[in-house]
């Protein structure tokens, strides 16, 4: 039986999203209809929006959300309808290589799924119009349901708001998972973040938490930067000129690690130049396809700086995400405090309109109000 769901569907990169109506086709073996609860508007579906990243489309966008199982197909053994969950855009088979060694951030399915636009058998339960749609990244939380794997979703335990459920099961995981995975011990280190949005602001969180000192935020937004001091940033730079020489008049060698969150050449550039001899920059914004940027050879060379990427907080997401709601739940991160505005999900072009234009905490959407 086909369920009908109203969804936000990119039709052509470019234009708004259209609100449509979509038929899920029932959940087959290992998968599960998920009512969505919240959805977090992320820069990421942005990148597909504007054209620079792409994907099959029509495709349902929204990548981290969080709902209530209404339905399972055969063999799905985790959940059950009632049970609420998260959604990851990672699913894990638990076999390939880079499962078997922890990262299943990188589960060879994920590509099968951001390739195919179907689920991990490489078919679709979506269609719009009458013709087939696809999925995004295995989730397509922008509706009032979603089709999704069992090994996409993490039950959320007690006491934990949809929203936030939401925005732990992708801003929070790979901000948080930059910090205490990638960087590791930053106890009594100096960390410059670089991007005060939903990602930026976790890893600031996290930085916080774990110790570190100063955690310095850089953002263009004021806006921006009140909110990282609310969570943790013990000192903020306005990046409206040289922010080398202000992080340097709080860290007068370079800070010991940086973490980039925006996903252009010339802040990794300034990340990059903010660290001390020995530093360590983390890269976790996405970039249009073919994006590119420089260093300087000598001083990566000479003053042995390293520069590393980081995908999803660089570990399992479903190990990670526990890890965030036990931090959430022992108030040792206010995750609430990183949501912004909400908005029905007739109004999730606004929301990208309100994001582009600077707006502070993660929004999130309710596609039920
Ligand atoms: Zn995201
Ligand atoms: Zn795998």
């Not at 929006?49 to 709902?67: M, Q, W, Y």
């Not at 969150?261 to 300034?270: I, L, S, Y």
């Not at 590119?292 to 995908?311: A, D, H, I, M, Y």
Request: hydrophobic letters at 45%.
């Amino acid at each position: 039986m086909t369920t009908t769901a109203t969804a936000a569907v990119l039709v052509e990169p470019g234009r708004p999203l259209e609100i449509g109506q979509i038929e899920l086709d029932e959940p087959r073996t290992g998968e599960v209809l998920v009512r969505v609860e919240a959805a977090g508007v992320c820069h990421s579906d942005y990148h597909y929006l504007n054209g620079d990243l792409r994907c099959p489309l029509p495709a349902v966008l929204g990548h981290e959300g969080a709902g209530v199982v209404e339905g399972v197909g055969p063999g799905v053994a985790h959940v059950a309808p009632g049970d609420a969950v998260s959604l990851l855009w990672r699913p894990r088979c638990g076999e390939c290589r880079p499962c078997l060694s922890g990262h299943s951030e990188r589960c060879v399915l994920g590509r099968v799924e951001a390739a195919s636009g179907g689920l991990l058998d490489g078919t679709s339960r979506l269609s719009f119009k009458g013709a087939p749609a696809y999925h995004f990244l295995g989730v397509s939380c922008f509706a009032e349901r979603c089709v999704v794997p069992e090994r996409s979703v993490v039950p959320i335990p007690d006491g934990i708001p949809f929203a936030v459920a939401a925005i732990a099961g992708c801003a929070v995981i790979t901000g948080v998972g930059a910090v205490l995975n990638t960087l590791g011990d930053v106890t009594g280190r100096g960390v410059a973040v670089f991007g005060a949005g939903g990602v930026g602001c976790s890893a600031v969180m996290a930085a916080a938490t774990a110790g570190a000192f100063p955690v310095i935020a850089v953002d263009k937004s004021e806006q921006a930067l009140a909110l990282a001091t609310a969570l943790g940033a013990t000192h903020t730079v306005l990046a409206d000129g040289d922010t080398d020489a202000a992080i340097r008049r709080v860290c007068p060698d370079g800070t010991d690690a940086a973490v980039e969150a925006v996903g252009r050449p010339e802040t990794m550039r300034a990340a990059f130049s903010a660290l001390r001899p020995g530093g360590t920059l983390v890269a976790v914004g996405l970039a249009a396809l073919g994006e590119n940027f420089s260093l300087p050879t000598n001083e990566l060379v000479q003053q042995e700086k390293r520069v590393v990427g980081s995908l999803y907080g660089s570990a399992s997401p479903p190990l990670e995400l526990p890890r965030v709601f036990s931090l959430y739940r022992s108030s040792r991160m206010p995750l609430e405090r990183l949501l912004g505005a909400t908005h029905s999900l007739s109004a999730v072009n606004e929301a990208y309109a309100e994001l582009l234009a600077g707006a502070p905490g993660r929004a999130v959407i309710v596609p039920g109000s």
